[in-house]
């Protein structure tokens, strides 16, 4: 498979609105510095699958190349609200399957479009998406949240995205599965006084060093994790990188 | 004052996703075609408003000029899901006036952020906004909804979107007020068998004919009037223009 980070930015996004800190500054200017909302993309066998639909150019990205299905971790605006435009579209119905959260994000189940909300993916019961086996996993979120396990038959990623820790059973699935690839929150840097609903990146660190993959991105970065990171002396352990927008893997 | 349409498009856009009919084709290729998700802003004594915020772009749009206030028609996606991004800034709280709607959208209301929700307006009770004299009136949608008369002391421009006909005590005052211009939502070609929630055009043009004011701009306009625009043969009333994105008055 061909994983690409789309969005690597927390809600507020870098450069938030209205921050004068080095980082949104650095990102007003250089624009492969900004981050948007946190998404991504799987090619496989010529099929295009969307992790998340909370960038605000979905629409126009789904002309290009139409999406074989859009997977939510949650119902969010920040990770749905390109959806919002794209389901009044015309054309074959897009499906999208979800964690069971009854409210979903404001009208969508009511008006869906030529969106195809599926039943609530079930924790630890893998779905079958063409030569791409996707495992959901509970994550520690606000609202009903769940994480990626994706294999290709060749290699294992986890998409772990948001939470805060790992609830134990996601943890012990993980171990056992072996991942190649883990990516996760780290939305904080680990200053932050009391991290809620996100990881910082010391409990980010701690986690990924307990998972043992070989290899591992950092990912819905807040701004000022990107500040830290601009003024230097952050060591990652050896094989843990921050992702970019548009990085691929 | 000054007025601009930013955005002059239904929910759908125009282009609306995966259509081939020739409105959307042309807009694809002459972005100058585009309609963008309905919504305006006025500049006055050097301050400027916002009507509704559904632009995907908002947040960067309000880095170049910050909004005094933002006045949302009402709480349907395409009017707000700007405020998604823009809420998680920082700085001074941006006042926000719209329809008393206890719902609201998703979280806007629980997770407000730097947006400062005012208390819902009273249909006909003015509100003062610097020299702006804001008087929202009534209208027929699917959700509480609101007009706005703006009035400068030097010109009168009645905003109305989104709105299927309009209620009687709206339009009774609306002839009194005496609007030199109206802008007035007409989303659907004539040929519509059953609008709902938006004017088609026909009925558009019955309103603008009973209102009389000496100019009126159709604005929400979906791809299906658009396209029997191009078409041609479609003669409006003298004083009655389609608006466009960026159109300023």
């Not at 639909?53 to 299905?69: K, T, V, W």
């Not at 929150?185 to 009391?194: E, N, V």
């Not at 043992?212 to 950092?218: D, E, F, K, V």
């Amino acid at each position: 498979m061909n994983f690409r980070f789309v969005g690597s930015g927390d809600s507020a996004q870098v450069p938030r609105f209205g921050c004068d800190c080095p980082a949104c500054a650095r990102a007003r200017v250089l624009s492969s510095h900004r981050r948007g909302p946190c998404c991504a993309e799987v090619r496989l066998d010529g099929r295009r699958y969307l992790l998340d639909a909370g960038r605000m150019d979905l629409a126009e990205s789904c002309e290009a190349e139409r999406p074989a299905a859009i997977l939510l971790t949650h119902y969010h605006a920040d990770h749905v609200q390109g959806l919002f435009h794209l389901r009044w579209g015309t054309g074959e119905s897009i499906p999208v399957h979800g964690p069971k959260d009854a409210q979903g994000c404001a009208d969508l189940y009511r008006n869906a479009g030529i969106l195809d909300f599926r039943p609530g993916l079930k924790p630890f019961r893998a779905l079958e998406l063409g030569g791409l086996t996707v495992t959901p996993v509970p994550l520690n979120h606000s609202k009903p949240t769940l994480g990626f396990c994706l294999d290709d038959g060749d290699a294992r990623l986890a998409y772990l995205t948001d939470t805060l820790g790992l609830p134990g059973e996601t943890e012990r699935f993980l171990r056992d599965w072996a991942p190649d690839v883990v990516v996760l929150d780290a939305t904080h840097p680990s200053t932050h006084p009391a991290p809620s609903n996100h990881n910082d990146l010391s409990l980010a660190l701690q986690i990924l060093e307990r998972l043992g993959a070989p290899q591992a991105y950092l990912t819905h970065i807040g701004h000022e994790l990107d500040a830290e990171l601009m003024a230097g002396g952050l060591a990652l352990p050896a094989g843990v990188e921050v992702a970019h927008d548009g990085l691929t893997l």
